[in-house]
């Protein structure tokens, strides 16, 4: 007497799913190592549309003026003087004065360079609130 032994029954098939887990996780690293990712690196600012020129007779104007060149130097301008200053903390130093000197002097107006950095217009437009300026206008140059 042979006995035949009896056929096993399973219940379900067991799938192995790491090698889909790995598959899944090397797409992924593929498509985040080769992604291009546009940064922003400056702000674009409207162009003037008057006819006045880039340099700014001061004598006419009540406000305080702020040239910002390519390279991030700061250039304050009153109706009584001009300085050049060599970073932030000086710059709020000069509005401050310029707003003490000057009764009416309660406008800001920024002139920034095509060229210069996104860094040097918000330290301008933060020096400014620190003064206390209350009116903040912002234009942009090519050249000097």
């Known amino acids: 007497m042979s006995r035949k032994p009896k056929p096993v029954h399973r219940r ?3 799938v192995d799913m790491t ?4 598959v899944t996780f090397l797409l992924l690293i ?7 990712f ?14 006045v ?9 009540a406000n305080i003026n702020v040239q910002v060149d390519q390279f991030g ?9 001009e300085l050049e200053t ?3 903390q000086n710059l709020i130093v000069a509005l ?17 360079h095509e060229l210069a950095k996104l860094k040097s217009l918000v330290d301008v437009l933060d020096a400014g609130a620190t003064a206390g300026m209350a009116n903040i206008q912002i234009k942009q140059f090519d050249h000097l």
């Not at 090698?19 to 790995?22: N, Q």
């Not at 020129?53 to 104007?61: A, P, S, T």
């Not at 130097?73 to 003087?81: E, G, L, S, Y």
Request: glycine fraction near 4%; hydrophobic fraction near 40%.
């Open 30 to 36: 593929f498509f985040m190592v080769t992604a291009s």
């Open 96 to 112: 401050k004065q310029a707003q003490v000197e000057s009764s009416d002097a309660a406008q800001m107006s920024v002139q920034v």
């Open 53 to 61: 020129g880039n340099r700014i007779d001061h004598k006419e104007l």
């Open 12 to 14: 379900g098939a067991d």
């Open 19 to 22: 090698p889909m887990v790995d």
């Open 38 to 51: 546009h940064l922003q690196k400056s702000i674009e600012v409207p162009s003037q549309q008057s006819d």
């Open 86 to 88: 060599p970073g932030k």
């Open 73 to 81: 130097a700061f250039f304050v301008m009153t109706p009584d003087w």
